[in-house]
């Protein structure tokens, strides 16, 4: 089934009515050499269940700082942050991360390194620990190479893989740190389309952190643009158009244009 059967479909999923994100306040400093850096001031962002959200700036402004907080990683901050209405004060396995090198360990097949993210998972039967691994292979299709090693795989599919790690445990949300950021243009417009089809399918919600502002545009229902030094949001920007985008859409240029304007001015 392609992307537009998907959202034409009465089989579509319902849209998820978990992973609703509140942030008030979100200030996080740095201390660097006896000084104290403010990284992040006064963020206050509301993201609906089942959105997807993606934030922009400059480089050092803050967009890796912003998910290590969300996802829990680092707790040394002042406001506040809550998931479906619970606060955040550690990580958890509501929340899946995806990082810029796919992290997958060497010494495992990728079918146990995706195991590995269902460790401790005590509520699960070995069977649905199975059945789940399984399912995360074949949505990201890479069906036929579950016992190969990560070196037997290429960049993308071995992020292709890392997304099936961090989608096992069916977080509600997936924080996603420029996840195709290494890869060569043509891999990165496929994996782009790849993710369309996993949040169409999933319906968790997303937050992609990219350079890349027109991957922002084709995939995102609002883009975070975010001001340097210190970091903190310079406004949100809505794309009200349907899915699947084209690139080449006048209305995309002419939103990805505006967001140019915002990062590096006329
Ligand atoms: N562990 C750390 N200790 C001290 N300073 C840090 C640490 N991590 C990040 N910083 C500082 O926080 C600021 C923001 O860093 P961050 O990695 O969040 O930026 P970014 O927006 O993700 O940048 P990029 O687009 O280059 O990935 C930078 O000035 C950086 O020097
Ligand atoms: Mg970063």
């Known amino acids: 089934m392609n992307i537009s059967n998907l959202i034409e479909s009465s089989d579509a999923p319902a849209r998820s ?14 201390q660097i050499g006896g000084r104290t850096l403010p990284v992040l001031v006064g963020i206050d962002l509301d993201i609906a269940a ?3 959200v993606s934030i922009v700036g400059r480089s050092g402004c803050g967009k890796s700082t912003l998910l290590r907080l969300i996802s829990g990683l680092d707790r040394d901050h002042a406001g506040d942050m809550w998931l479906d209405d619970v606060p955040i004060i550690g990580t958890s396995l509501d929340c899946g991360m995806v990082f810029q090198d796919s992290s997958l360990f060497p010494w495992m097949t990728l079918r146990s390194n995706i195991a590995f993210a269902l460790q401790g998972r ?3 039967s070995d069977v649905e620990k199975t ?20 070196r037997q795989l290429s960049g993308g599919m071995a992020q292709r893989g890392a997304i099936a790690r961090a989608l096992v445990n069916e977080p509600e949300l997936l924080l996603l740190d420029e996840p195709f950021g290494a890869l ?16 169409l399918r999933q319906r968790s919600t997303m937050i992609l952190v990219t350079h890349d502002v027109e991957e922002a545009v084709f995939l995102s229902d ?3 643009v975010m001001d340097a030094a210190p970091g903190r949001i310079h406004r949100i920007v809505p794309v009200p158009l349907s899915h699947p985008r084209d690139p080449a859409d006048p209305a995309v240029q002419r939103i990805k244009e505006t967001i140019l304007t915002d990062l590096v001015g006329d």
Do not use: N
């Open 17 to 30: 009515v978990r992973g609703k994100v509140r942030l008030r306040g979100l200030t996080k400093s740095y």
């Open 50 to 52: 089942g959105e997807f």
């Open 122 to 124: 005590a509520d699960l």
């Open 131 to 150: 059945r789940r691994v399984t399912d995360a292979i074949d949505l990201v299709r890479l069906t036929e190479f579950g016992d190969a090693w990560p």
């Open 184 to 199: 060569d243009a043509l891999t990165r417009t496929y994996l782009q389309r790849e993710l369309q089809h996993i949040w």
């Open 222 to 224: 609002r883009i975070v």
